[in-house]
């Protein structure tokens, strides 16, 4: 965790006293709500279907139990007694008022916690992997760099009005578990030959209405010149990006119209002046942020405990769990545990305070006071000692946050979609629910294997449809609620833009539609080896969709010949 | 009027806006006084404005117009002002600082157009000292604003080192 200095909290206490005195302002008609718009929404406040939205900032998804704790409290006192993790390693509170939002944000600061550039048109929220510092494919430990760029980002005089937003990820591990490549900027943090580390620069990746994946225009800058290289990047595109039309305004269009070579060739040079100027990064401040990340207390334990193998051989729910939700840990004898925010009927990524505190307990007692959210919309335990699984097994249990069906069918992604956002064209949460229902036999579950399932309620793309297994995306049919289902998209190291199947359907329908896409995958598999998205890739998406739309094509005429004969 | 803030204080203004006529005609200089111009019309009538035999210059530029543009004139010049569309725009904030750091201006930055309260923390921090604030804004109270935050990690043209360089050099 990483632990503010004097300088970090007055920044944050500052920011709460400007908040305020710009709600006040507002709120005695001193400042007009267009003028007061993206003051609210560079502090998380959105205007949304109920209420005001506040979106709370986890930065790159690290998280103290008390900082848990203060947010079941905000859920508590100042909204409806739960929050929402979104896959942007935030928390979103649905029914806040605008006149408490000050005081959240001040509580928050208390705990070290703030809402700043949260959304708004800056750069937003800094993502990395939810195992970053613990998974045993790591090359280089990820956190340091994402304070480092947290900092940097944090009142950025330059890039506050920017064209649009602007999301930066890191990831630091063989696997890509952090989206890089459909970020404005995605960083790969690597060792160069002599062990040094430095970043592979990606940009003009992002999802959206013109879902686009990254490209590399820097296959290694080494360390030092982090920062006066997004510099040049913010600068080409604060310039140069376009402005004119709010949906051609990220950075992603800007490559595209001006191609990745004009755009890094601009890049370098703008950085030409830049480079080793005052940003050049120096060790001392690498290792000054470094020391200020508390970090476990390891014991020394043996690779696999007794105790953890014997339950696994004795309990199959335990085995099941423990197959899904424990990942590996660098350190012998520890695992990373996933709490499941996917339990059937609970909206993905919803958490009740109640929960929230629970796991603020579970994180003190098992793994070392400290949690992360992920961008599946899940807790991570990343400490855990694999003797105390078991226990945390039952207690995880107990409070419904031990659901085994992490990269499964049911572990859902979906956005909060029509039940809250007033941007929907349609509703996810009942339909990730009816998905969840369709699929809630466990063994079905793991027989099906691997599989991503996201669901967006517009094209806005904030449940990931384009890079789901299966995608599901609410569309808007004369007034109607309707859903395009994608298949073959995928995140991570072989990230790729699923494709359309064909028209769109009814939300009583997907479930059947999803069943189908299922049946042909089990069907068509050579071992349960093969995983869907491996299937789709190797036969295409033709015999997929000959099973959803022939039986569908025939159903309507089932329909039709039943009304003809009423 | 736009209330005039320099240098974090409230001012009189004594320049004098000219730009082309509606029908696209150049407008006729006057012989003295201050006068701030826009860009075509600088690269247009230079020449006609530096032969005047009083007062000063300056030209401003707009959101979508390049610094380098005026970098070898800034000799002649006394003021250089950056129009905002709106505030939301935020290209002049890029604009200032290569004004600032590439080409050396250390005259008088001007944020001119759409500029309230709220933006000049951001907007001193990136080179400007002079604000043209809309009407209908407390200028008193937009004083305030300059001391929003009082540290900045960042390198900028008012503390161009970084947090980072200058706690170092505070602990040496
Ligand atoms: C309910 C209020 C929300 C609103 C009004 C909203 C609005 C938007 C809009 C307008 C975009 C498109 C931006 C563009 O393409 O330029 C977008 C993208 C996105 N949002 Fe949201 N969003 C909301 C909630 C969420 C939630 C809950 C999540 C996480 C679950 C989320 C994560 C994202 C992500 C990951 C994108 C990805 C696309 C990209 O940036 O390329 N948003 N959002
Ligand atoms: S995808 Fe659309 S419906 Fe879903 S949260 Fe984003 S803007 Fe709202």
Redesign the pocket.
């Known amino acids: 965790m990483y632990l503010y200095d004097a300088v970090d909290q007055r920044l944050v206490d500052e920011r709460v006293a400007q908040f305020r005195d710009q709600t006040r302002r507002f709120l005695a008609g001193e400042l007009s709500e267009d003028n007061f718009r993206p003051l609210r929404l560079q502090n998380g406040l959105y205007i949304q279907r109920f209420a005001p939205m506040l979106r709370v900032a986890i930065p790159y998804g690290l998280l103290a139990s008390r900082q848990l704790r203060a947010l079941a409290h905000i859920a508590r006192k100042w909204d409806r007694g739960y929050g929402h993790f979104s896959t942007r390693q935030n928390i979103q509170f649905n029914w806040v008022k605008l006149e408490d939002v000050p005081d959240i944000l001040a509580h928050l600061a208390s705990v070290q916690m703030h809402a700043i550039q949260t959304s708004g048109n800056c750069i937003r929220n800094t993502t990395t992997d939810h195992l970053a510092g613990v998974a045993p494919d790591e090359i280089v430990d990820p956190l340091v760099w994402c304070e480092l760029i947290r900092q940097w980002s944090t009142f950025h005089p330059e890039f506050a009005y920017l064209p649009r937003k602007f999301k930066i990820a890191v990831s630091g591990a063989e696997n890509d578990r952090a989206a890089i490549q459909v970020h404005d900027i995605g960083l790969q943090a690597l060792r160069g030959a002599n062990g040094e580390t430095g970043f592979r620069v990606l940009v003009g990746g992002g999802l959206g209405r013109t879902p686009v994946i990254g490209t590399a225009i820097r296959e290694f800058l080494p360390w030092p010149h982090l920062l006066s290289y997004l510099d040049a990047i913010l600068r080409v595109y604060n310039r140069h990006g376009r402005r004119d039309n709010k949906y051609k305004a990220r950075i992603k269009i800007l490559v595209r119209e001006l191609t990745p070579e004009v755009f890094r060739a601009q890049v370098d040079a703008e950085w030409a002046h830049l480079k080793d100027g005052p940003s050049t990064l120096t060790a001392a401040e690498v290792g000054r942020i470094t020391q200020r990340f508390t970090r476990p207390q390891y014991q020394k334990l043996e690779a696999l405990s007794v105790h953890y193998t014997q339950a696994l051989a004795r309990e199959r729910g335990f085995a099941n769990w423990a197959g899904r939700n424990v990942h590996p840990h660098k350190v012998p004898g520890y695992a990373a545990v996933t709490l499941s925010l996917k339990k059937t009927g609970v909206p993905p990524g919803d958490a009740t305070a109640d929960q929230m505190d629970a796991v603020a307990d579970l994180a003190d007692r098992y793994s070392f006071g400290e949690l992360r959210v992920s961008h599946e919309q899940n807790l991570i335990l990343s400490d855990v000692k694999q003797s105390d699984l078991h226990a945390l097994w039952q207690e995880a249990k107990a409070l419904g946050l031990a659901t085994p069906n992490i990269g499964l069918i049911t572990n859902i992604i979906a ?4 039940d ?6 349609a509703k ?1 949460i009942p339909v990730a629910e009816a998905i969840q229902r369709r699929f809630d036999d466990l063994d079905y579950q793991h027989d099906i294997g691997e599989l991503d399932l996201n669901i ?8 990931h449809h384009h890079v789901g297994h299966i995608g599901i995306l ?1 569309v808007d049919k004369q007034g109607a609620e309707f859903y395009q289902i994608s298949i073959g998209g995928a995140q991570g190291n072989a990230a790729a833009l699923g494709k359309v199947i064909g028209p769109s359907f009814a939300q009583d329908e997907v479930p059947d539609v999803i069943e189908k896409l299922i049946q042909t995958y089990l069907a068509r598999r050579d071992s349960e080896a093969e995983r869907f998205i491996d299937v789709v890739r190797r036969i295409g998406i033709a015999p997929f969709k000959e099973h959803v739309y022939g039986n569908a094509d025939q159903k309507r005429e089932n329909r039709n010949g039943q009304l003809a004969a009423a | 009027m736009a209330t005039l803030i320099k240098n974090a204080k409230i001012a009189t203004d004594s320049w004098q806006r000219l730009d082309r006529a509606t029908d696209g005609s150049l407008p006729s200089v006057p012989a003295t006084g201050d006068v701030l111009v826009s860009l075509p019309l600088w690269q247009a009538m230079a020449g006609e404005l530096l032969g005047r035999n009083g007062g000063r210059l300056g030209v401003w530029l707009d959101g979508s117009e390049d610094p380098a543009q005026i970098a070898d004139s800034l000799e002649a010049l006394s003021l250089v002002a950056i129009h905002f569309a709106q505030f939301t725009d935020g290209r002049g904030y890029s604009t200032a600082r290569l004004l600032r750091e590439r080409h050396g201006w250390k005259g008088e930055l001007r944020a001119i157009g759409d500029i309230q309260r709220d933006q000049l923390f951001y907007l001193s921090r990136c080179g400007f000292d002079a604000f043209e604030l809309n009407d209908g804004l407390d200028p008193q109270g937009a004083l305030s604003a300059f001391t929003d935050f009082t540290e900045a990690y960042q390198t900028s043209v008012e503390r161009p080192l970084p947090l980072f360089r200058r706690r170092v050099a505070e602990a040496v």
């Open positions: 956005c909060p979609g029509g809250f956002c007033s941007l929907a064209n996810s967006s309620g517009c094209m806005n793309s904030c449940g609410g």
